[in-house]
């Protein structure tokens, strides 16, 4: 079942099969053997999500790429942007594409 996936996922199984009927999970167990699979592929943790990309846009009305959002979001919250400089940045995209 986890041939070819990171080895964090055949553990996260084997903790999950080794627990009894009842007995709770090691929540903070597992989300580190996830962090750490993530960081040993390489990603990086912009907490950009699929589901919030498309949240983002609309609630902004930005027609932007991934990548040019993954950059506003992150001057963002670097610099905590209003809303009126987020709009304006949001505008100044839309003329670039």
């Known amino acids: 079942m986890c041939e ?3 080895k964090e996922f055949f553990k996260y199984f084997q ?3 080794s627990l009894e009927h009842g007995q709770k ?3 903070g167990h597992l989300r580190e053997l996830f962090r750490c699979a993530f960081r040993n592929h390489g990603y990086k943790d912009d907490n950009i999500y699929d589901w919030t ?3 983002f846009n609309e609630v902004h009305g930005i027609k932007s790429t ?3 959002q993954s950059e506003l979001v992150e001057k963002q919250i ?3 942007l ?3 400089e987020l ?3 949001g505008e100044s995209i839309e003329m670039q594409l």
């Open 53 to 55: 990309s498309k949240w």
């Open 15 to 17: 903790h999950i099969r």
């Open 25 to 27: 999970p090691d929540y």
């Open 82 to 84: 209003t809303p009126h």
């Open 78 to 80: 670097t610099t905590s």
């Open 87 to 89: 709009a304006s940045a």
């Open 66 to 68: 991934p990548k040019e």
């Open 4 to 6: 070819g996936m990171p």
